[in-house]
Protein backbone atom coordinates (compact mmCIF):
# COMPACT_ATOMS: atom_id res chain seq x y z
CA UNK A 1 0.00 0.00 0.00
CA UNK A 2 1.14 3.55 -0.89
CA UNK A 3 0.65 6.30 1.44
CA UNK A 4 1.43 10.13 -0.29
CA UNK A 5 1.23 12.79 2.61
CA UNK A 6 1.59 16.36 1.28
CA UNK A 7 3.07 18.03 4.06
CA UNK A 8 5.62 20.40 5.15
CA UNK A 9 3.62 20.86 8.45
CA UNK A 10 3.94 19.46 11.64
CA UNK A 11 1.45 16.88 11.73
CA UNK A 12 2.51 15.41 8.55
CA UNK A 13 5.72 14.77 10.15
CA UNK A 14 3.92 13.33 12.98
CA UNK A 15 1.88 10.83 10.98
CA UNK A 16 4.95 10.35 8.64
CA UNK A 17 6.24 9.00 12.22
CA UNK A 18 3.58 7.20 13.41
CA UNK A 19 3.22 4.97 9.84
CA UNK A 20 6.57 5.13 9.26
CA UNK A 21 8.21 1.29 9.46
CA UNK A 22 4.66 -0.42 9.24
CA UNK A 23 4.55 -3.59 7.54
CA UNK A 24 3.51 -3.76 3.57
CA UNK A 25 3.42 0.36 3.81
CA UNK A 26 5.52 2.31 1.39
CA UNK A 27 5.23 6.20 2.69
CA UNK A 28 6.18 9.58 0.65
CA UNK A 29 5.84 12.58 2.16
CA UNK A 30 5.67 15.65 -0.42
CA UNK A 31 6.60 19.20 0.47
CA UNK A 32 6.33 22.24 -1.47
CA UNK A 33 9.96 23.55 -1.19
CA UNK A 34 8.84 27.41 0.15
CA UNK A 35 11.20 26.63 3.21
CA UNK A 36 14.98 26.61 2.77
CA UNK A 37 15.61 24.19 5.86
CA UNK A 38 12.31 22.22 6.30
CA UNK A 39 12.20 19.81 8.72
CA UNK A 40 12.27 16.31 6.65
CA UNK A 41 9.59 13.57 8.06
CA UNK A 42 10.65 9.56 7.83
CA UNK A 43 10.37 7.51 4.75
CA UNK A 44 10.51 9.03 1.35
CA UNK A 45 10.75 12.40 0.72
CA UNK A 46 10.01 14.79 -2.80
CA UNK A 47 10.15 18.44 -2.70
CA UNK A 48 8.65 20.60 -5.11
CA UNK A 49 5.27 21.41 -7.17
CA UNK A 50 3.08 18.66 -9.25
CA UNK A 51 1.98 20.81 -11.96
CA UNK A 52 -1.49 21.84 -10.53
CA UNK A 53 -4.32 18.89 -10.02
CA UNK A 54 -3.90 17.18 -13.79
CA UNK A 55 0.18 16.77 -12.55
CA UNK A 56 -1.13 15.37 -9.34
CA UNK A 57 -3.32 12.75 -10.50
CA UNK A 58 -0.66 11.51 -13.40
CA UNK A 59 1.49 10.89 -10.00
CA UNK A 60 -0.46 9.34 -8.19
CA UNK A 61 -1.51 7.07 -11.07
CA UNK A 62 2.74 6.57 -11.67
CA UNK A 63 3.97 6.28 -8.54
CA UNK A 64 0.43 3.59 -7.80
CA UNK A 65 -0.70 5.82 -5.13
CA UNK A 66 -3.39 4.11 -2.81
CA UNK A 67 -4.31 6.10 -0.40
CA UNK A 68 -3.47 10.30 -0.17
CA UNK A 69 -3.68 12.60 2.79
CA UNK A 70 -3.77 16.28 2.80
CA UNK A 71 -1.51 17.72 5.39
CA UNK A 72 -0.25 20.67 4.19
CA UNK A 73 -0.97 23.78 6.30
CA UNK A 74 -4.55 25.11 6.46
CA UNK A 75 -4.00 27.99 4.56
CA UNK A 76 -2.92 25.90 1.98
CA UNK A 77 -5.65 26.31 -0.26
CA UNK A 78 -4.65 25.88 -3.84
CA UNK A 79 -2.86 22.86 -3.12
CA UNK A 80 -5.89 21.04 -1.20
CA UNK A 81 -8.31 21.86 -4.00
CA UNK A 82 -5.91 20.51 -6.10
CA UNK A 83 -5.67 17.47 -4.31
CA UNK A 84 -9.05 16.78 -3.92
CA UNK A 85 -9.29 17.35 -7.93
CA UNK A 86 -6.68 14.90 -8.48
CA UNK A 87 -7.63 12.27 -5.57
CA UNK A 88 -10.96 12.32 -7.62
CA UNK A 89 -9.70 11.91 -11.32
CA UNK A 90 -7.19 9.12 -10.24
CA UNK A 91 -10.30 7.34 -8.28
CA UNK A 92 -7.76 7.68 -4.55
CA UNK A 93 -9.10 7.84 -1.46
CA UNK A 94 -8.41 11.19 0.37
CA UNK A 95 -8.62 12.19 3.95
CA UNK A 96 -7.37 16.16 5.60
CA UNK A 97 -5.50 16.41 8.09
CA UNK A 98 -6.53 19.60 10.01
CA UNK A 99 -5.72 20.76 13.08
CA UNK A 100 -8.64 22.22 15.00
CA UNK A 101 -8.80 26.54 14.69
CA UNK A 102 -8.63 28.39 17.83
CA UNK A 103 -11.20 30.08 19.32
CA UNK A 104 -11.49 33.24 21.07
CA UNK A 105 -11.92 33.33 25.55
CA UNK A 106 -12.49 35.88 27.58
CA UNK A 107 -11.00 39.10 27.30
CA UNK A 108 -9.81 38.82 24.11
CA UNK A 109 -10.26 41.62 21.38
CA UNK A 110 -10.43 39.33 18.36
CA UNK A 111 -10.87 41.01 14.81
CA UNK A 112 -11.94 38.26 11.92
CA UNK A 113 -10.85 38.88 8.66
CA UNK A 114 -11.66 37.13 5.11
CA UNK A 115 -8.40 38.33 3.90
CA UNK A 116 -4.88 39.40 4.48
CA UNK A 117 -6.43 42.14 2.45
CA UNK A 118 -9.08 43.10 4.93
CA UNK A 119 -6.29 42.45 7.39
CA UNK A 120 -4.61 45.47 6.27
CA UNK A 121 -8.02 47.67 6.01
CA UNK A 122 -8.84 47.06 9.54
CA UNK A 123 -4.80 47.78 10.94
CA UNK A 124 -4.60 51.17 10.99
CA UNK A 125 -7.55 51.62 13.48
CA UNK A 126 -6.07 49.22 16.02
CA UNK A 127 -2.54 50.24 16.12
CA UNK A 128 0.70 51.57 15.03
CA UNK A 129 3.09 48.91 16.12
CA UNK A 130 1.93 45.45 14.29
CA UNK A 131 3.04 41.90 15.29
CA UNK A 132 2.69 40.49 11.99
CA UNK A 133 2.66 36.50 12.04
CA UNK A 134 1.38 35.89 9.37
CA UNK A 135 4.74 34.53 7.50
CA UNK A 136 6.74 35.93 4.85
CA UNK A 137 4.40 35.73 1.45
CA UNK A 138 2.17 38.11 1.07
CA UNK A 139 3.83 41.21 3.29
CA UNK A 140 3.07 42.69 0.02
CA UNK A 141 -0.71 43.51 1.24
CA UNK A 142 0.89 45.70 3.74
CA UNK A 143 3.43 47.27 2.14
CA UNK A 144 1.31 50.95 1.73
CA UNK A 145 0.78 51.11 5.53
CA UNK A 146 3.68 53.78 5.92
CA UNK A 147 2.20 54.88 8.87
CA UNK A 148 2.66 51.70 11.20
CA UNK A 149 5.56 49.89 12.43
CA UNK A 150 5.61 46.08 11.84
CA UNK A 151 7.89 43.23 13.60
CA UNK A 152 7.86 40.78 11.06
CA UNK A 153 8.27 36.80 12.39
CA UNK A 154 9.04 34.20 9.55
CA UNK A 155 11.23 30.91 9.28
CA UNK A 156 13.05 32.72 5.93
CA UNK A 157 13.41 36.13 5.62
CA UNK A 158 10.87 37.47 3.30
CA UNK A 159 11.72 39.14 -0.37
CA UNK A 160 10.27 43.01 -1.01
CA UNK A 161 7.73 44.60 -1.94
CA UNK A 162 7.67 44.93 2.02
CA UNK A 163 6.62 47.79 4.53
CA UNK A 164 8.62 50.56 4.61
CA UNK A 165 8.95 50.45 8.00
CA UNK A 166 10.01 46.99 9.75
CA UNK A 167 11.91 44.97 11.78
CA UNK A 168 12.81 41.21 10.84
CA UNK A 169 12.42 38.48 13.17
CA UNK A 170 13.45 35.03 11.72
CA UNK A 171 12.23 32.17 14.11
CA UNK A 172 10.85 29.04 13.96
CA UNK A 173 7.96 27.71 16.64
CA UNK A 174 7.38 26.40 18.92
CA UNK A 175 7.12 29.71 21.34
CA UNK A 176 7.01 30.02 24.73
CA UNK A 177 4.41 31.94 26.56
CA UNK A 178 7.32 33.99 28.88
CA UNK A 179 9.15 34.43 25.15
CA UNK A 180 6.03 35.99 23.69
CA UNK A 181 5.47 38.35 26.42
CA UNK A 182 9.07 39.66 26.66
CA UNK A 183 8.58 40.34 22.84
CA UNK A 184 5.60 42.24 22.70
CA UNK A 185 6.68 43.93 25.69
CA UNK A 186 10.08 44.65 24.43
CA UNK A 187 8.88 45.72 21.01
CA UNK A 188 5.99 48.28 22.00
CA UNK A 189 3.37 45.93 20.68
CA UNK A 190 -0.17 47.38 20.48
CA UNK A 191 -1.25 45.44 17.61
CA UNK A 192 -1.14 41.77 16.30
CA UNK A 193 -2.13 39.88 12.96
CA UNK A 194 -2.15 36.28 12.44
CA UNK A 195 -3.86 33.53 10.62
CA UNK A 196 -5.55 31.24 12.05
CA UNK A 197 -3.55 28.35 11.65
CA UNK A 198 -4.77 26.70 15.09
CA UNK A 199 -2.39 23.80 16.79
CA UNK A 200 -0.52 24.91 20.31
CA UNK A 201 2.79 25.76 18.12
CA UNK A 202 2.11 29.59 18.24
CA UNK A 203 -0.63 29.74 20.40
CA UNK A 204 0.99 31.13 23.19
CA UNK A 205 1.24 34.46 21.19
CA UNK A 206 -2.48 34.29 21.79
CA UNK A 207 -2.70 34.55 25.04
CA UNK A 208 0.16 37.25 26.02
CA UNK A 209 -1.87 39.65 23.58
CA UNK A 210 -5.02 38.71 25.44
CA UNK A 211 -3.16 39.88 29.07
CA UNK A 212 -1.58 42.60 27.59
CA UNK A 213 -4.80 43.86 26.10
CA UNK A 214 -3.42 44.14 22.54
CA UNK A 215 -6.26 43.28 19.74
CA UNK A 216 -5.91 40.64 17.57
CA UNK A 217 -6.52 40.39 13.86
CA UNK A 218 -7.55 36.86 12.81
CA UNK A 219 -7.69 35.72 9.52
CA UNK A 220 -10.01 33.19 8.75
CA UNK A 221 -8.87 29.95 7.44
CA UNK A 222 -10.00 28.75 3.98
CA UNK A 223 -12.37 26.19 3.75
CA UNK A 224 -11.77 22.43 3.06
CA UNK A 225 -12.98 21.35 -0.15
CA UNK A 226 -16.45 19.76 -0.11
CA UNK A 227 -16.80 16.02 0.45
CA UNK A 228 -13.11 15.69 2.01
CA UNK A 229 -13.61 13.58 5.19
CA UNK A 230 -11.30 15.37 8.03
CA UNK A 231 -9.50 14.34 10.87
CA UNK A 232 -8.19 16.53 13.34
CA UNK A 233 -5.06 14.98 14.60
CA UNK A 234 -2.61 12.32 13.04
CA UNK A 235 -3.30 9.28 15.20
CA UNK A 236 -6.96 9.34 13.91
CA UNK A 237 -5.15 9.66 10.50
CA UNK A 238 -2.93 6.98 10.87
CA UNK A 239 -5.99 4.52 11.66
CA UNK A 240 -7.80 6.14 8.89
CA UNK A 241 -4.89 4.66 6.73
CA UNK A 242 -4.39 1.46 8.70
CA UNK A 243 -8.06 0.82 8.31
CA UNK A 244 -8.18 1.43 4.32
CA UNK A 245 -4.90 -1.22 4.58
CA UNK A 246 -6.91 -3.66 6.10
CA UNK A 247 -9.80 -3.95 3.80
Known amino acids: MHVLILGGTTEARQLAGLLHGTPGLELTSSLAGRVASPRLPPGEVRVGGFGGAEGMAAWLREHAVDVLIDATHPFA ?14 HVPLLALRRPGWTPVEGDDWHEAASLEEAALLLPG ?14 ATFAHLDDLWFLVRSVDAPEPPCPARMEVLLDRGPFTLDGERDLLRHHRIDALVTKDSGGTATAPKLTAAREA ?10 PTPEGVQVATD ?7 VRMRRAQ
Open 234 to 240: PESAAHW
Open 213 to 222: GVPVVVVRRP
Open 126 to 139: LGRRVFLTTGRMGL
Open 77 to 90: GTISFNAASAAATA
